[in-house]
């Protein structure tokens, strides 16, 4: 799972990609300290992975893990090359979700690029670069193929899809599921748009609002509800400075931390987990003496498209697999004690798999 998060200067977006990273992104009190884009890779917590290990006896533990990308802060003009301009957005076609960091929080000391600070506009500006820079690319696509659809029929359907996509980000607004049929998505995402990603709302406020909304995030919460068009998205408040603490300390100190602040999980664990409901994803495991791993698959993925993710070779030569959910393990105690119970299963070609499948592949090539 690749995540860009974006934003305007100054909202604390590099600093929450340093506390969900540890990265050490540069972070300053002013624009476009943020050049190119810094990347993280950070391991999905997943306590499943440690009991197996201890079941197991396994020599190495694999977690799956998510990439983050910080990009540079946008401002209004983007998509024309204002600031640092379309450079920037070119990296955000290239994520599967975008995590917007939106500023909730009052304080002198940091300045704002607008001059002043309204999470609504701010949420409005970046919303619409990113629909410009898509009207943009659709314009030149349209154009392109005009002549191709001339004589080519599916040319023909997608310059038309195209025009309609087109005509639904020229009033401001992001297209929902319903508005196409799932043929026309498949043709859609392959243009890479930015406006029609998944997107997490990042309500950055201060250590005091960490428990009830203030006033700019329940009207960011409104306008992104009530408001706002699109199917893919979520709200998660958290605090950058509280994550930039909680960055430094290790997992017992964490967890002692978060309880004295009342908090439940941490901003990393609450971008992961909308992360994942967001893009629709489910993890599966494998497990045997040499290692542990984690495996990250898209809901509806049958077992030999899952056995792919690990080999090519075990999909294209998969017979079966056998799969113990992991409650049902860790209940029995052992993976023989399953199989004697009858709670490991035989699935074929059309099985879809499940979150915390523990599986064997067989395959014969």
């Known amino acids: 799972?690749?995540?860009?998060?974006?934003?305007?200067?100054?909202?604390?977006?590099?600093?929450?990609?340093?506390?969900?990273?540890?990265?050490?992104?540069?972070?300053?009190?002013?624009?476009?300290?943020?050049?190119?884009?810094?990347i993280g890779v950070v391991s999905v917590p997943d306590p499943r992975l440690g009991i197996l290990e201890k079941m197991y006896n396994s020599k190495k533990v694999i977690p799956t893990a998510i990439e983050f990308v910080d990009i540079a802060g946008l401002v209004r003009g983007a998509s024309k090359g204002e600031g640092l301009g379309n450079k920037f957005l070119s990296h955000i076609r290239e994520v599967d979700a975008?995590?917007?960091v939106v500023r909730c929080f009052e304080d002198e000391n940091v300045v704002h690029?607008?001059?002043?600070?309204?999470?609504?506009?701010?949420?409005?500006?970046?919303?619409?670069?990113?629909?410009?820079a898509d009207i943009e690319m659709l314009d030149r696509r349209i154009e392109r193929n005009k002549k191709?659809?001339?004589?080519?029929?599916?040319?023909?359907?997608?310059?038309?899809?195209?025009?309609?996509?087109?005509?639904?980000?020229?009033?401001?607004?992001?297209p929902g599921d319903d508005e196409f049929t799932p043929e026309e998505w498949e043709f859609i995402n392959t243009i890479q748009l930015i406006s029609v990603k998944p997107v997490l709302y990042i309500a950055n406020v201060?250590?005091?609002?960490?428990?009830?909304?203030?006033?700019?995030?329940?009207?960011l919460k409104t306008t992104i509800f009530d408001n706002h068009s699109g199917n893919h998205k979520d709200v998660i408040k958290i605090s950058a400075k509280i994550e930039e603490e909680i960055a430094q300390f290790d997992d017992e100190e964490k967890a002692e931390f978060l309880a004295d602040l009342g908090l439940e999980a941490s901003g990393l664990d609450q971008v992961i987990s909308a992360g994942y409901k967001l893009l629709g994803l489910v993890t599966f495991l494998t497990a045997g003496p040499q290692e542990i791993r984690a495996w990250t698959i898209t809901e509806g993925t049958k077992a030999p498209q899952a056995a792919g993710k690990i080999h090519s070779d075990i999909e294209r030569g998969f017979i079966r697999a056998e799969i113990t959910s992991y409650d049902q393990l860790v209940a029995a105690g052992s993976e023989a004690k399953a199989k004697e119970l009858g709670v490991t299963r035989v699935e074929g070609k059309e099985y879809v798999m499940v979150?915390?499948?523990?599986?064997?592949?067989?395959?014969?090539v």
Do not use: Q
């Open 1 to 38: 799972m690749k995540i860009g998060i974006v934003g305007l200067p100054n909202v604390g977006k590099s600093t929450i990609f340093n506390a969900l990273t540890k990265a050490g992104a540069e972070s300053a009190n002013y624009p476009f300290c943020t050049i190119d884009p810094n």
């Open 98 to 100: 975008i995590v917007h």
């Open 148 to 174: 191709l659809a001339k004589t080519d029929a599916l040319e023909k359907a997608n310059v038309e899809i195209a025009t309609r996509l087109r005509d639904i980000l020229e009033t401001g607004k992001v």
């Open 113 to 132: 690029v607008e001059g002043k600070i309204d999470p609504i506009d701010d949420l409005e500006t970046i919303n619409l670069e990113l629909i410009f």
């Open 206 to 219: 201060s250590e005091d609002d960490l428990h009830e909304d203030n006033d700019m995030v329940k009207r």
């Open 355 to 364: 979150d915390g499948d523990v599986t064997h592949f067989r395959f014969n």
